[in-house]
Nanobody, 125 residues
């Protein structure tokens, strides 16, 4: 059984930083791409960042690409999202998503991924 767990959310002021982490068990971690999604109140879930299995390729939403950095440590079965210069519009529940298919790229389709329960990020003005 695959288990995905996020951590690191919290309440910060605008301009501050947070580091989210995602760990996974029940699968061969290094065989899978991984991604971060977020969902703000009243909004659709959106993909924030994606990283391929080796970490050699990353992609970001336009709204975060100069502020967020995604990384992974396959030896520790852990992925991180370093979020700098946070803005109030970054307030959302952040989810870790792992594509079910080995070698597949990140997907926005919910059924394509294993999901964590999410971690809340609140950014105040």
């Amino acid at each position: 059984q695959v288990e995905v767990v996020e951590s690191g959310g919290g309440l910060v002021q605008a301009g501050e930083s947070l580091r989210l982490s995602c760990t996974a068990s029940g699968l061969k971690f290094e065989d899978h791409a991984m991604g971060w999604f977020r969902q703000a109140p009243g909004a659709e879930r959106e993909q924030v960042a994606c990283i391929r299995w080796s970490g050699s390729y990353t992609a970001y939403a336009e709204s975060v690409k100069t502020r967020f950095t995604i990384s992974r440590d396959n030896d520790k079965n852990t992925m991180h999202l370093e979020m700098n210069n946070l803005k109030p519009e970054d307030t959302a529940i952040y989810y870790c998503a792992i594509p079910r298919g080995v070698g597949r790229g990140c997907s926005e389709r919910p059924e394509d991924n294993y999901w964590g329960q999410g971690t809340q990020v609140n950014v105040s003005t």
